[in-house]
């Protein structure tokens, strides 16, 4: 294989290719254009190669950098023009790059190049090789390849070489058009023997990646020495912008010369000559320490230097680094203001960043109606992003920094869509089905869904996927939806992968389901989404799925909570994780509420939501802030939270409290915004049934995607008659959705155990209301004990199964029904009640843990137990003397008749049974009055005391009364 030589021998390697050839390209320009001038000899190295460290200004032509228009041609018609072509031409070029007092405009340029390459004109070559270049470019108007590679063999049949090289380019390398070296070979043959350098290299790097096709060993050698002879040629005659084109040759392993420090000098003799792309590549250098140490202020003071020169680009260049350094002193400030003085040029990507700083994305406070005045403008060049055209839309969409409009959100996204935004057909989706704005659907939203579904975007599937889960504007089918959810996944959608990464934990048991929400969680927080880096932490701590590994999770919760746009996701959900912990103390109150408090710089309404909810209902080592909540519900509810809005309106607020909007306007917020439970809300509280069924109208039409939201609509409508067959659909479909949580399922069992909401269905509200307890809703535990004492499902030892359970989770309901069950009227006796065996171990259980009402629970039913078996006289004295120790009025009266009588395992005690009678009364519990007033006047285990005996009977009186 050849190498190549400068002076000794150099390998040639295959490494860095489109890096140097893309130099080459911006160099090429230089040489077909400029006269020739005096050459000055340059001192070499390596026999061949100039020396970086030659002071190149003094003998560089001067350039206009920043060169201003010649005539305002937005104002052309198309007509003839009388004014210099040569002027015309370079205006052109300064449209297209947005250079001088040019904004960038390649609509215009296109039509500026349409006739200078048509006119009788001796540049009319360049012009068809620059138009021919903009086709290939889909910002400058509607893309054509064909017409791009025509226009390329037009300029050479003009003599223009350029056109040859950079079809030789693309044919050699297959960059767009499909690979054909024998094409590349006949083009760039071309360009070279024109004395193009750039061709000379390509061709080079062409005969040496395939030797066959090179007429000799030497070619190789012979065509890089030719184009290194060339490019010196132009240094000398003062074509400094080849300073760059030498950087480039060492900056890579193309030709066995890779010096990143000799790279970066090349860069510095560039800089000191003017080059301003010398400027921003050597910045870069600095900033990553390639070929130069690594000095963030060196790199920020270098495009400080072009930019105060006035050179655009290199604004734009320092904005971006800044922002992408937000560390660094006064970045942001220092960032817009450089971006503020690109858009009085009227610079597109200035007007898109400073919406970007605008929203907040880089931390600043966000000012959302400058976000859409910077849109706007953006959107009015001929040619716009249309990631423009969608931000737009759904600004207008949501009614963020300016008033809601529909038909104007409408337009935006439709034009986004025109020009290929499958992200705009989503949105533009998401508008055309919210029932809260009336839309003319003269096109299907699922097709529109579908096509950007079809095309690769994974968040268009995942919409599908919710589309067929829940039957929005298409039947409802839950395995497509999974199908479609499972898709997403694949596709990289960062929600989906989450979801399926926790379905895979709960429905694959073992090690394969552990190991699958692994690899599912791990590629979600590759991919950026901060929920799932801190997932994948806890993962690497707690060894799920993996090998715990402290040093991994440690640096993913770093990422997590590393400075962005996202980070309030992260801390939201490590703040609930603290808040979820069963023993969770002030400790982790505190830890929540810091975490929360350092997320509200993020713009993020869950922080402010999550925060404000702790500061209302206080928690352990928290006092009530009732204020500072509200504050946050009303920051939250501005920024679109529909949530905060509702909070706002069960508070009750004010104007003054409430932002300047009382509770029933944020409530009316929420019902516009289609939230469901603000619908239901508004129904609830409606005084007349034609404003309620106004609402239920309202409710019905809104895209229903949860068991949850189902259930609490039939709920609601189940009570109005005329609405019995939507109930019945909308409890069918509950039914179908096979839905785990727990409170829905307790709702929908009581639905349907209840003969007054038109879908009694006695078999189907036990199923249900056994899976909500299964699913540990405490309330459905004692409710399915409950029902399993009844006929026709009475089964005893589930009963007894159900309410215990109940028991022990501190559920007094289902402790009053076991009693009943236990000692009742109705109840056996002891010794064949059935329930007993099982009973009493967990009444015991749940007395010792220190429940009140279990300890009282007990000691009734061991005080009659023990009258009926003296085997339990022992406990019973122990736990009756226990109840009544706690206060319990009752406890103590059972207790003093337990003396009186000498059961239950006390000894007989007049005195003792007075004590008890006197304690009971004492404490105020009415039904120990008029005993003990009687123990009194017959000086039962006392003396008598008649006096004493009135004043209680008396007292007796006054209760009965």
């Not at 929400?517 to 806890?538: C, E, K, T």
């Not at 007894?800 to 109840?827: F, I, P, S, Y």
């Given at each position: ?114 006739y ?135 900056a ?23 080059n ?32 105060a ?47 970007q ?9 966000p ?72 839309i ?79 690899r ?26 993996t ?48 975490l ?83 619908i ?16 239920f ?55 349907l ?6 879908v ?87 007395a ?14 061991l ?38 009588t000498?059961?239950?395992g ?39 005391d ?16």
């Amino acid at each position: 294989m050849a190498t190549f030589k400068i002076g000794k021998a150099f390998l040639f390697s295959r490494h860095r290719k489109k890096v140097l050839s893309a130099g080459l390209l911006i160099a090429a320009a230089v040489f077909a254009v400029q006269p020739a001038q005096a050459q000055v000899a340059l001192p070499l190295q390596d026999g061949l190669m100039p020396s970086p460290d030659f002071d190149y200004a003094p003998i560089c032509k001067v350039r206009a950098q920043q060169r201003n228009l010649s005539y305002d041609w937005s104002k052309w018609d198309g007509g003839p023009v009388k004014s210099n072509l040569d002027d015309m031409l370079l205006d052109a070029q300064a449209y297209i790059g947005g250079t001088g007092n040019a904004p960038r405009d390649k609509v215009l340029a296109r039509r500026m190049l349409e006739y200078l390459k048509n006119a009788n004109y001796e540049l009319a070559g360049r012009a068809s090789h620059t138009l021919g270049r903009l086709m290939f470019d889909a910002t400058s108007g509607s893309p054509d390849l064909g017409r791009g590679l025509a226009l390329q063999d037009e300029a050479i049949a003009r003599g223009f070489m350029e056109g040859a090289t950079f079809l030789g380019r693309l044919y050699a390398t297959g960059e767009v058009v499909p690979q054909d070296k024998l094409k590349g070979e006949k083009y760039l043959k071309m360009g070279a023997q024109n004395g193009d350098p750039d061709a000379a290299l390509l061709l080079a790097r062409l005969y040496r990646n395939n030797p066959e096709l090179a007429p000799s060993e030497e070619a190789p050698q012979l065509l890089f020495n030719q184009a290194i002879d060339k490019l010196s040629q132009s240094l000398g005659a003062g074509e400094c912008d080849v300073l760059t084109l030498f950087s480039g040759i060492y900056a890579n392993e193309e030709f066995g010369l890779f010096n990143p420090q000799l790279s970066a000098k090349w860069l510095m003799a560039a800089a000191k000559a003017g080059n301003f792309v010398a400027v921003e590549r050597l910045s870069q250098r600095y900033m990553i320490g390639d070929g130069v140490p690594v000095d963030r202020n060196k790199a920020v003071e270098l495009l400080e230097t072009a930019a105060a020169r006035g050179h655009a680009g290199s604004r734009i260049s320092l904005a971006r680094l800044l922002l992408a350094n937000l560390d660094l002193k006064d970045a942001l400030p220092k960032a817009t203001q450089a971006l503020k003085q690109e858009a009085e040029r009227g610079n597109v990507r200035a007007f898109e960043l400073l919406a970007q700083i605008s929203h907040g994305d880089f931390g600043g406070k966000p000012n959302y109606a400058a976000m859409v005045g910077y849109l706007e403008q953006a959107a009015r060049n001929p040619v716009v992003d249309t990631d423009v055209l969608k931000q737009l839309g759904s600004a207008y969409a949501s009614g963020t920094g300016t008033a809601r409009n529909t038909e104007k959100a409408v337009d935006y996204l439709t034009r986004a869509v025109a020009l290929g935004s499958d992200t705009a057909a989503l949105e533009l989706y998401q508008l055309m089905v919210d029932s809260s704005h009336n839309i003319s659907k003269s096109v299907n939203p699922i097709a529109i869904l579908r096509r950007a579904a079809n095309n690769g975007l994974s968040e268009a599937m995942a919409t599908l996927s919710d589309a067929y889960s829940c039957g929005i504007g298409v039947e409802r089918n839950a395995d497509i939806g999974r199908r479609w959810q499972e898709r997403a996944a694949a596709g990289g959608n960062r929600p989906s992968l989450i979801a399926v990464a926790k379905q895979a934990l709960t429905e694959q048991a073992g090690d394969d389901g552990k190991l699958m929400y692994f690899r599912n969680i791990r590629r979600a927080a590759a991919l950026g989404d901060r929920r799932a880096m801190v997932l994948l932490s806890l993962a690497y701590r707690d060894g799920v799925g993996t090998n715990i590994d402290t040093r991994e999770a440690g640096q993913w919760y770093e990422k997590a909570l590393a400075a962005g746009q996202a980070r309030g996701q992260a801390l939201v959900l490590l703040a609930r994780l603290q808040l979820s912990s069963e023993n969770a103390d002030k400790t982790n109150v505190k830890a929540a509420v810091d975490l929360l408090k350092d997320g509200l710089s993020s713009g993020d309404t869950s922080v402010r939501y999550d925060l404000a909810k702790l500061y209302l209902k206080g928690a352990a080592g928290l006092a009530p802030q009732p204020d500072e909540g509200i504050k946050l519900l009303v920051e939250a509810a501005r920024l679109g939270h529909t949530a905060s809005m509702i909070q706002l309106a069960d508070l009750g607020v004010d104007a003054k409290k409430g932002g300047g909007r009382t509770a029933d306007v944020w409530l009316g917020q929420a019902v516009d915004d289609g939230d469901i439970r603000a619908i239901l809300k508004t129904a609830e509280r409606a005084g007349d049934q034609k404003s309620r069924r106004t609402m239920f109208d309202l409710a019905l039409k809104q895209p229903l995607c949860s068991a949850k939201d189902e259930v609490a609509l039939a709920d609601a409508i189940s009570r109005d008659a005329n609405y019995a067959r939507q109930t019945r659909e909308l409890v069918d479909r509950a039914l179908a959705s096979e839905t785990d949580d727990a409170s829905t399922l307790y709702q929908l069992a009581n639905l349907l155990n209840d003969n007054k909401r038109g879908v009694l269905n006695p078999e189907l509200a036990l199923t249900t209301m056994v899976k909500s307890a299964e699913a540990g809703k405490v309330e459905a535990m004692r409710e399915s004990g409950r029902m399993f004492l009844l006929s026709p499902h009475a089964d005893p030892g589930k009963a007894t199964q159900w309410l215990l359970a109940a028991v022990r989770a501190g559920d007094d309901g289902a402790l009053k029904t076991l009693v009943e069950q236990l000692v009742g009227d109705e109840a056996p006796e002891t010794s064949t009640n059935p329930i007993v065996v099982e009973a009493l171990p967990a009444l015991e259980d749940a007395a010792k843990g220190g429940s009140g009402n279990a300890i009282q629970a007990l000691a009734r039913v061991l005080s009659i137990m023990a009258k009926e078996d003296g085997a339990y006289s022992d406990k019973a004295r122990v736990w009756m003397t226990k109840a009544a120790e706690t206060g319990d009025g009752a406890a103590m009266v059972m207790v003093a008749d337990a003396f009186a009588t000498g059961t239950s395992g006390f000894p007989l005690s007049a005195a003792d049974s007075t004590g008890w009678l006197a304690r009971a009364a004492i404490s105020g519990y009415p039904k120990a009055f008029e005993p003990y007033a009687i123990a009194l006047q017959i000086g039962y285990g006392v003396p008598p005391d008649p006096q004493e005996a009135e004043r209680w009977l008396g007292k007796a009186a006054t209760i009965t009364q």
